[in-house]
């Protein structure tokens, strides 16, 4: 299983950015989904989890601004950002658990810079 992550860039304050993680094979279709984000000298933080049963949980920051969802289609983990901030400048990285391994698998992370 591979994750590419793509989307991250500058944006300015209050606006919104689309991160984008293409799960390959598309056979594999994930059960557990979420995405992380990392600053210099701190441990990766839950951003948001998207289970397929429909639970979605989002962490305490970007509580009511960013939006996690899958495209079966497209074989994607999206992350919609809304109202960016400085603080959610950071590395952010999609994640999959294959429930039938338990192995977890990371994409290569793409960097978000919020300016003020």
């Known amino acids: 299983v591979q994750l590419q992550a793509s989307g991250g860039g500058l944006v300015q304050a209050g606006g919104s950015l689309r991160l984008s993680c293409a799960v390959s094979?598309?056979?594999?279709?994930?059960?557990?989904m979420a995405w992380y984000r990392q600053t210099p000298g701190n441990e990766r933080e839950l951003v948001a989890r998207y289970l397929t049963t429909g639970s979605k949980s989002v962490g305490d920051s970007p509580q009511g601004r960013f939006v996690i969802s899958f495209d079966n289609a497209k074989n994607t983990i999206d992350l919609q950002m809304y109202s960016l901030k400085p603080e959610d400048t950071a590395v952010y990285y999609c994640t999959v658990q294959d429930l039938k391994t338990l192995n977890q698998y990371w994409g290569q992370g793409t960097l978000v810079t919020v300016s003020s």
């Open positions: 094979p598309t056979i594999f279709k994930p059960k557990i």
